[in-house]
Nanobody, 114 residues
Framework: VQLQASGGGLVQAGGSTRLSCAAS????????MGWYRQAPGKQRELVAV???????SYVDSVKGRFTISRDNAKNTVFLQLNSLKPEDTAVYYC?????????WGKGTLVTVSS
């Protein structure tokens, strides 16, 4: 069982990008899915989370700019990042409760240039 993230890269301030994270393996149940990020020199923080039924929550700094969604049929969670700011630069990690255990994907770097 694993999470595989994709997307990110170098984006200009004000631009957009989309992250995806797919769960694979022998999966019997998937609970909450979410995205965290860790900026250089800072602690990892929760960015957004979505429940299986689609309820979402966001850290205040990204509200109105980022959108989390999921495709339960494809065991995939997405993060749409709009109106990016240099302070959004970080390694983004997906997270999910799979088979009642907590899993992390490898991080994907988003760099926002000013």
């Amino acid at each position: 069982v694993q999470l595989q993230a994709s997307g990110g890269g170098l984006v200009q301030a004000g631009g957009s990008t989309r992250l995806s994270c797919a769960a694979s393996g022998r999966i019997f149940s998937i609970g909450d899915m979410g995205w965290y990020r860790q900026a250089p020199g800072k602690q990892r923080e929760l960015v957004a989370v979505i429940t299986r039924s689609g309820t979402t929550s966001y850290v205040d700094s990204v509200k109105g700019r980022f959108t989390i969604s999921r495709d339960n049929a494809k065991n995939t969670v997405f993060l749409q990042l709009n109106s990016l700011k240099p302070e959004d630069t970080a390694v983004y990690y997906c997270n999910a409760i799979l088979n009642r255990a907590n899993y992390w994907g490898k991080g994907t770097l988003v760099t926002v240039s000013s």
